[in-house]
């Protein structure tokens, strides 16, 4: 199967939610919420507590995405798991996922949830071998400048933004693609969401291009 094959996107509706295609008129008749994923193997995914706050601030006053600005936390082992159609995942070391989380978290995927990990710099590892256990047979693609996660509703030309360096080289974005739908989105030397909070002090043009990264991240997934 060719790249583009893989990375051909159905537009389908998540069960999890109901939305409006438009970019231009998000609205929904509740919040949406944005759960911080909380794991096992000793990586810190609580790291800048305010992040999640932050973007959902910017959300509100930038679209018509009502969003919760209270950080929600989960592990793949909650009940209230499904009650969220969009999982975010950070940290710096490593990541280890039970049996059963796997099993919750392919269900989770597999019927309309999405997934949006960044890394932090260590992650990438453990990571990437956690995610075979989810789904053995499927590999990440790097994601091309012109795919729609970076146009959607800020226009990136150049595609993935750095954020912060890590690594030499330009930043990458992931996409791993169930039956033609993204369902996880990963990037690595980037470190979008460090851009969120001010604590890294970061400089105002950085911060801009990390909220609106992190606006057409959200903008994909409930609209793809």
């Known amino acids: 199967m060719s790249l583009r ?8 509706v998540p069960i999890y939610l109901l939305f409006v295609l438009s970019i231009t008129s998000f609205c ?16 810190d995914w609580y ?16 679209t018509n995405i009502k969003t919760d600005i209270t950080e929600k936390v989960v592990s793949l082992s909650d009940e209230e798991l499904f009650q ?8 710096h070391g490593n990541v280890n996922f039970s049996d059963a989380e ?20 260590g992650m990438d590892e453990s990571f990437r071998r956690e995610m075979k ?5 499927i590999d990440f693609v790097e994601l091309p400048k012109d795919y729609p996660i970076y ?9 993935l933004p750095k954020i912060h360096e890590h690594y030499e080289g330009v930043p990458k974005g992931f996409g791993l693609f169930l039956q033609g739908r993204m369902v996880i989105y990963y990037t690595w030397n980037s ?13 105002e043009e950085k911060q801009e291009q990390a909220f609106k990264m992190g606006i057409n991240i959200v903008a994909y997934a409930l609209t793809h």
């Open 102 to 121: 796997v099993k919750n978290l392919r269900s989770f995927l597999s019927n309309g949830g999405f997934l949006y990990a960044d890394d932090d710099y």
């Open 133 to 137: 256990k989810v789904f053995p047979d």
């Open 191 to 203: 470190n979008v969401s460090d851009g969120w909070t001010p604590n890294h002090n970061d400089p």
């Open 28 to 43: 929904y008749a509740q919040n949406f919420t944005i759960a911080r994923l909380k794991y096992e193997g000793g990586g």
């Open 5 to 12: 094959s893989k990375m051909r996107v159905k537009f389908v």
């Open 47 to 62: 790291n800048d507590p305010d992040i999640i706050p932050n973007l959902a601030t910017q959300l509100n006053k930038r």
């Open 84 to 91: 969220y159609p969009f999982l975010f995942m950070t940290g």
């Open 151 to 159: 146009h959607i509703f800020y226009d990136f030309p150049n595609g």
